[in-house]
């Protein structure tokens, strides 16, 4: 099958700022940016999480719009989900890594990146402060999802965002949001779809494949020892899909393997939870030594984890599984 890959944009004129790189610029804090001394400047807000289809959408207009106003095209976010401070849910592993966000949003066309830190003080900003700390009196305009709401208990919406612009001269753009089979594409449902072990339908609905990334650690070396050498990850920041063996790539260094991976708490062996994210690639192998990062790319189901009654009836699946995988990849 295909890899779904984000192509970089072509290089595109900058303004205001001094730098010829086309690396996103990133800003940790609203004073940091103001001092950037951008002029014009059309705005998204949001946490991001995944940059799947429905704010890819958003961010395809909002580059546009950046674009026909001769504007810098920039994104808010948070570090730290906002669901989080608020306790409305368990804090729960996110679908990209800040690194991640920052590269996929770069690769849209993002200009400028403010990450925000989420914290007491701004969760208890009111809305026209906030919209006065972020963008100042320059020149200014926000693409946002229709039912954006924000400040301080989230009771500013984008009525307020309009008579901010009157004064500016800018134009506000709402989206309504991006659905698939009838269903909205969330963050939620793509979180949904993976704790089941369901990477295709999560494919769909990101428009590319599902990454981990993770720091190579030592195995016991029970899967050497059966014929089946692993690349074991650990250190994952972003949400682990649901246990099974799935058809997948290894990606270290710059290339592609071709693999057999599999999650799970290995039950055959061992009686722990301790959930095991493993990676047996089937053909050449890379060398990747202990602390060395790499990812997994998942590309398919296979199976659920299942607890097999001796070694034999493992092995045996095993040869269907790596058979299984070589099919749905390489083919």
Known sequence: ?????????????????????????????????????????????GNFDGVHRGHQALIAELVARARENDA???????????????????????????????????????????????????????????LRALAGQGWCGFVLGEDFRFGAGRASDARDIAHFLDERGGKLVTLPPLCDNGERVSSSRIRALLLAGGVEGARVLLGREYVLRGVRVSGDGIASRLGYPTVNLGEIAALIPGNGVYAAYLRYAGRLYPALSYIGTRPTHTSGSCIRVEAHTLDSSPEVAPGEDAELIFAHRIREERCFPDETALLEQLALDAAAARGLILS
């Not at 730098?19 to 950037?36: E, G, I, P, Q």
């Not at 592993?93 to 920052?102: G, H, I, W």
């Not at 849209?108 to 969760?123: C, K, N, Q, R, S």
């Open 72 to 130: 810098l095209a920039v994104a808010v976010s948070f570090c730290g989900h906002t669901r989080d401070h608020f306790g409305h849910e368990q804090r729960k592993a996110p679908l990209s890594t800040r690194e991640d966000r920052a590269r996929l949003l770069e690769a849209l066309g993002v200009d400028a990146l403010i990450e925000l830190e989420f914290d007491a003080a701004l969760a208890a900003l009111h809305g026209q402060d906030f």
């Open 1 to 45: 099958m295909a890899l779904c890959v984000y192509a970089k944009p072509a290089c595109r004129k900058r303004v205001t700022m001094s730098s010829v790189s086309h690396s996103v610029m990133r800003y940790a804090s609203l004073s940091a940016w103001r001092a950037s001394g951008a002029e014009r400047a059309i705005y998204t807000i």
